[in-house]
């Protein structure tokens, strides 16, 4: 085993277009529904967690593996969340595999050195940064399906508890088995169209210097920024402070209600 193409479907009840992956995938209702996968760019399977399928001891173990190469569109996304599942279930993220306790405390997601991004691939190339837009652009045959976004607010969102829905919160499979079944076609589909990705682009490689990038990029990302919680506490009083101050102040020499309001400030001016 060489590489493994994967692309995920999950349920978390963060915004993830509010939060990001890392607040997403730290939620206690994060979940992995779908894990689709190929392996040195063969069959692709799809593994139903959402009802109890397990992935293979052989994909698994390759996960962790850093000697095997992770693809996936906006990867990023991919190697947090499963980082998020494979911590669940009690796995070592240890990316040094040397035991040592700044490895095993601190290591919280997977070395990003094994992960190769094909949303970044197609970036070098001037493509679009999503899968269905570079999909279209190179024209490939199997595109991806145009039912995901009404899939994915269905089943991998909240939904607003109606006298329909039993009041419910979630949608699951049992839900809408027809849905489902066309979830996990959509899963499927975009796997092969990654996959696509890479073999339309094998003859424009991504130079080694930028994978470096790519790494380093990710490892910041993943190790986060050092703040002063105190300073920043204080400043945010501060600021509130003074924006009261400063309103009171307008307030008293225009006299107007909302000195933020651009229609009553021109007619004050």
């Given at each position: 085993m060489n590489d493994i193409s994967i692309d995920i479907e999950t349920y978390s009840d963060v915004n993830l277009a509010k939060c990001g992956v890392y607040k997403y995938a730290e939620s206690p209702n994060f979940e992995i529904l779908l894990f689709g996968y190929a392996v040195?760019?063969?069959?692709?399977?799809?593994?139903?967690?959402?009802?109890?399928?397990?992935?293979?001891?052989?994909?698994?173990?390759?996960?962790?593996?850093?000697s095997v190469i992770k693809w996936a569109f906006n990867a990023n996304f991919e190697?947090?969340?499963?980082?998020?599942?494979?911590?669940?279930?009690?796995?070592?993220?240890?990316?040094?595999?040397?035991?040592?306790?700044?490895?095993?405390?601190?290591?919280?997601?997977?070395?990003?050195?094994s992960w190769r991004c094909s949303m970044i691939?197609?970036?070098?190339?001037?493509?679009?940064?999503?899968?269905?837009?570079?999909?279209?652009?190179?024209?490939?045959?199997?595109?991806?399906?145009?039912?995901?976004?009404?899939?994915?607010?269905?089943?991998?969102?909240?939904?607003?508890?109606?006298?329909?829905?039993?009041?419910?919160?979630?949608?699951?499979?049992?839900?809408?088995?027809?849905k489902w079944t066309l979830f996990k076609k959509y899963n499927r589909r975009d796997v092969e169209t990654e996959m696509g990705i890479k073999a339309r682009l094998a003859k424009f490689p991504v130079s080694g210097s930028v994978w470096d990038e790519y790494h380093i990029d990710q490892e910041i990302n993943d190790r986060g920024v050092r703040l002063d919680i105190n300073l920043v506490e204080k400043a945010i009083k501060m600021d509130a402070r003074s924006r009261g101050e400063l309103t009171a102040t307008i307030k008293k020499i225009t006299s107007l209600d909302n000195p933020n309001s651009v229609q009553q400030m021109k007619q004050w001016l």
């Open positions: 040195d760019g063969g069959k692709v399977s799809v593994i139903d967690l959402a009802q109890g399928e397990k992935i293979p001891p052989e994909i698994f173990d390759a996960l962790t593996d850093d190697r947090i969340c499963l980082s998020s599942y494979l911590a669940d279930l009690g796995v070592s993220l240890d990316p040094f595999h040397d035991n040592h306790l700044l490895s095993t405390e601190m290591a919280q997601f997977l070395n990003p050195e691939w197609s970036a070098t190339m001037g493509l679009p940064l999503s899968l269905e837009g570079v999909g279209s652009v190179l024209g490939l045959e199997k595109q991806k399906l145009t039912e995901g976004k009404e899939l994915i607010k269905y089943f991998c969102q909240p939904c607003t508890p109606t006298k329909a829905n039993g009041g419910r919160t979630r949608n699951l499979p049992s839900d809408a088995p027809d």
